[in-house]
């Protein structure tokens, strides 16, 4: 879950607990934990980005969220000393900070500062998955749900290639199939162009009115 100015507060009192947290690098695809796993501990996700989704018994998934770099990754999960609620898979190469359950505990009962942020950060998700459970459900068509994250995503009027067509139906709970002949219909008609490295944004005011719709 993203920090923003609570992470810095958070690192300077695990560096000032000295505990013995562990940093790892993970490729793309790598699972750093699934839903329904026992919480050891948390990631906080140093560099890269990370999907957050969860899964039905009949497979299908549905990406809640994409991590940055500076969320903490499993904190609600690791203070209920339950299951992780969410799977959480590198989107590219990243890097994380493992803290366990026991370490992230005594931090607490040590440091107020590190409490104060673990507040901040969880009222934040609360907000973040509102928020994210809004753009989800209120969009009536499949078209207006990936209109919406094409901006979401974008960044000036562009998107890295990053990401497949499955991974665009898992964040906007539709199929594969959907989300090809979404983006074919876009390119189609020039609000959209794909490259080998990019999906760039051409017509952003009518890619806006079919987020709307």
Known sequence: MKAGADFPSFLQAIHAANLNNLSLLHPRGKILFAEGERARGVHVLRTGRATMSISSREGRVVILRLAQAGDVLGLNSVLQNAVYETTVKALEPCRTDFIS???????????QA?????????????????NRTRALVLPQTAGARLARLLLELSKENGIDKVFTH???????????????RLLANL??????????????????????TIATG
């Open 101 to 111: 359950h026991a370490e992230l505990i005594e931090l607490m009962r040590s440091s």
């Open 114 to 130: 590190a409490t104060q942020a673990v507040i901040k950060i969880l009222s934040r998700e609360l907000v973040e998955l509102t």
């Open 166 to 180: 499955e991974e665009f139906a898992q964040m906007i709970c539709s199929s594969r199939e959907t989300v090809t």
């Open 187 to 208: 390119d189609k008609r020039q609000i959209i162009r794909v490259t080998s490295r990019h999906l760039l944004i051409c017509d952003r005011a009518t890619l806006q």
